[in-house]
């Protein structure tokens, strides 16, 4: 299990425990110190010597590449710039599976939708979620119910 601390903070430690041991301080009682085996500090001993100090440097925490490299992206910011109206949608709003559908027919990349939404808070943006109405809803006449039907019929209270 990885220990706690950012890789500069792991990487100074890894430093100490050489320094420690090349002033002549046993394994057991590094480990001791910086709450390690003494097994790791003989590692950490048998790097150094092979290969320096770059040998205890810090490395960047590897993982997948990212399916949408920088231009890419940078490509694809500037798509949701323009609107979705723009490549077709019947309205402006981005929702995730528009977005997904843009990747793939712009970039040839495929995305699950469900990671959409974090793919675009990456980039600053969030999805958006168009308010389902009825076509045929009336403003006016819903008002004129509240105003008038409603207080009729609400039952009231007995008291």
């Not at 949608?89 to 699950?112: A, E, M, N, Q, S």
């Amino acid at each position: 299990m990885r220990p706690h601390g950012s890789a500069k903070q792991l990487e100074q430690r890894r430093r100490k425990a050489v320094a420690l041991r090349e002033r002549g301080v046993g394994p057991s009682q590094i480990a001791r110190l910086l709450n390690t085996t003494p097994q790791t500090v003989c590692q950490w001993v048998r790097k150094h010597r092979r290969g320096g100090d770059d040998a205890l440097a810090a490395k960047p925490a590897s993982g997948r590449p990212a399916k949408l490299s920088l231009r890419r992206r940078r490509g694809l910011v500037n798509c949701l710039l323009k609107g979705a109206s723009v490549f077709g949608f019947g309205t402006d709003l981005w929702t995730c599976p528009r977005v997904r559908d843009l990747i793939w027919k712009r970039f040839g990349v495929g995305y699950h939708v469900d990671h959409i939404g974090r793919l675009l808070r990456t980039l600053g943006w969030s999805p958006q979620r168009p308010q389902r109405r009825a076509v045929e809803r009336d403003e006016e006449k819903i008002q004129g119910w509240v105003k008038t039907t409603w207080p009729r019929i609400k039952k009231k209270p007995h008291g």
